[in-house]
């Protein structure tokens, strides 16, 4: 089994920050990539940064220049490091592992985390 265990929300200021983590835990060969989507009330989950095996990173336009991903993969996990966070950016965030693999045979799957509450509020 594959787990992917979440820390690091809260509640924050506008202009605060916070930094998420995300382990992976389990039979795990290889991991694709890895990365953060969000859900607000009343909007569909969105994709917020990733990071490929190799180190490439994606962000979203809006967390561009505020938001940094970083990941290390002998510990398979991933980090999100929020910068001058923004009431826009409350959300329920989730980690996600892409293209896992338990062998090297076997079928790729995603996994998701159950994901943690960032608010940011006065």
């Known amino acids: 089994q594959v787990h992917l265990v979440e820390s690091g929300g809260g509640l924050v200021q506008p202009g605060g920050s916070l930094r998420l983590s995300c382990a992976a835990s389990?039979?795990?060969?290889?991991?694709?990539?890895m990365g953060w989507y969000r859900q607000a009330p009343g909007k569909q989950r969105e994709l917020v940064a990733a990071i490929t095996s190799g180190g490439s990173t994606n962000y979203a336009d809006s967390v561009n220049g505020r938001f940094t991903i970083s990941s290390d993969n002998a510990k398979n996990t991933v980090y999100l490091q929020m910068n001058s966070l923004k009431p826009e950016d409350t959300a329920v965030y989730y980690c996600?592992?892409?293209?896992?693999?338990?062998?090297?045979?076997?079928?790729?799957?995603?996994?998701w985390g159950q994901g943690t509450q960032v608010t940011v509020s006065s």
């Open positions: 389990g039979s795990i060969f290889s991991i694709n990539a």
């Open positions: 996600n592992a892409g293209g896992v693999k338990i062998s090297y045979y076997a079928h790729s799957v995603d996994y």
